[in-house]
């Protein structure tokens, strides 16, 4: 059965799209441990990164660097942290997190955006991701 991310992918789920390539798709997690906390996926759908082929696996952190980039001209922070954890969405996906403190790399507690907000960081990560 396709994945949450695989429908996402297909335009049958919505989604907070910041970034997309042939391979590779960004979009904003709706649960965000902090604002601008994006997810960077491979359209191949894979469960583990690590049995993601090679050159998958370096696309996606390519990717992921180019979309870590964009989120940092625009989110206020120290720095983008990045995890890979997938224990509740069988399909890779890199957790970017604009970090300001060490609470926001813990995935407890969580940030509220309104549709609107998310609409609008969305499309700011967009705009800075295209240069
Ligand atoms: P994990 O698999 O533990 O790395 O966590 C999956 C992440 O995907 C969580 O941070 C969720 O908030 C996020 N997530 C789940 N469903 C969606 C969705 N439909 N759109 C955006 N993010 C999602």
Same mark, same amino acid.
């Given at each position: 059965?396709?994945?949450?991310?695989?429908?996402?992918? /297909?335009?049958?789920?919505?989604?907070?799209?910041?970034?997309?390539?042939?391979?590779?798709?960004?979009?904003?997690?709706? /649960?965000?441990?902090?604002?601008?906390?994006?997810?960077?996926?491979?359209?191949?759908?894979? /469960?583990?990164?690590?049995?993601? !082929?090679?050159?998958? *696996?370096?696309?996606?952190?390519?990717?992921?660097? /180019?979309?870590?980039?964009?989120?940092?001209?625009? &989110?206020?922070?120290?720095?983008?942290?990045?995890? &890979?954890?997938?224990?509740?969405?069988?399909?890779?996906? &890199?957790?970017?997190?604009?970090?300001?403190?060490?609470? !926001?790399?813990?995935?407890?507690?969580?940030?509220?955006?309104? !549709?609107?907000?998310?609409?609008?960081?969305?499309?700011?990560?967009?705009?800075? *991701?295209?240069?």
């Amino acid at each position: 059965m396709a994945t949450i991310f695989t429908k996402i992918i /297909n335009g049958e789920l919505p989604a907070y799209k910041v970034a997309e390539t042939d391979d590779y798709l960004a979009f904003l997690d709706i /649960n965000p441990n902090a604002k601008g906390h994006t997810l960077c996926i491979p359209k191949e759908e894979e /469960n583990k990164i690590f049995d993601l !082929d090679e050159e998958t *696996y370096l696309g996606l952190m390519k990717f992921s660097r /180019n979309v870590a980039k964009a989120i940092e001209k625009v &989110v206020p922070c120290q720095r983008i942290g990045m995890s &890979v954890i997938g224990l509740e969405v069988p399909h890779v996906h &890199v957790h970017l997190i604009p970090l300001r403190t060490m609470e !926001d790399a813990r995935f407890t507690s969580k940030d509220k955006l309104s !549709d609107s907000e998310f609409r609008e960081l969305a499309n700011a990560i967009s705009e800075a *991701y295209k240069g």
